[in-house]
């Protein structure tokens, strides 16, 4: 079972200020995903990258793939309260697609 | 576009008392999942389907059994509710083709308190 790894845990920033939060592994994805979760409600997701190297934004959120397929990150630019919420990655381990391992997340908190 | 669609929101069982959580989905994506997310312990897969009359254990299966009689549902059934068992749970479906997962969307959860 591959094991996805989030940095920072907790992170807590002003309006305005950038971020970037960490995703790691030791196992090579097909596909990785990022979600977006806010209390009561499920996860949402953000976006998928396939290609080792992508680069994908999403207005102020850039997505990057490592070139090996064994790490992302997700940049938020100028942070908004509204960016707020738990933070998830997920990989489809190489050879199966059956089912995504999600990392345990990154809690942002963006203060006005 | 209702997508995924959990019900009830919010149930509280007594220790040993039995319930099935509903889940459906509009969107004719082949694979559906069940998970559980407890605070801190991120996401756990329960049993997840790759197809109708298709099931699969997950990381954390057991206490719970499921059926996937069409593409469209997907119930969660508890049999012998225990205080263990008292989480958030999420459905989710997504489209799985040529060896890639596209990502889920998941149902709004259920809030689950087992007393």
Redesign the interface.
């Known amino acids: ?1 591959q094991l996805l790894e989030q940095s920072p845990q907790f992170l807590s920033i002003q309006e305005g200020e950038n971020l970037t939060v960490y995703c790691n592994s030791s196992s090579v994805f ?2 990785l ?1 990022w ?1 977006r979760q806010e209390p ?6 953000l976006v ?1 990258v ?1 290609t080792g190297g992508e680069v994908k934004k999403l207005k102020r959120l850039t997505f990057q793939f490592g070139d090996a397929r064994k790490d992302s990150s997700l940049h938020i630019t100028a942070a908004q309260p509204g960016d707020t919420g738990l933070y ?1 990655c ?1 990989g ?1 381990e190489s ?1 199966s ?4 391992t ?4 990154t809690q942002l908190t963006v203060l006005p | 576009n209702a997508g995924v669609t959990q019900t009830p929101k919010f149930r509280i069982l007594k220790i040993g008392q039995s319930m099935t959580l509903q889940c459906t989905q509009d969107m004719n994506h082949n694979y559906m999942y069940w998970y559980r997310q407890d605070p801190g312990m991120g996401l756990k897969l329960i049993y997840y389907s790759v197809g109708a009359g298709i099931t699969d254990k997950g990381e954390v299966p057991n206490g719970y059994n499921v059926s996937r009689s069409t593409t469209e549902d997907f119930p969660l059934r508890l049999e012998l509710a225990a205080p263990s068992q008292t989480s958030v749970y999420f459905c989710a479906s997504s489209y799985v083709g040529s060896g890639t997962n596209y990502g889920y969307t998941f149902g709004s959860g259920t809030r689950l308190t087992v007393v």
């Open positions: 079972t097909s596909s995903q979600y009561g409600e499920g996860p949402v997701l998928t396939v998830l997920a489809a050879g697609a059956r089912q995504l999600f990392g345990s997340g």
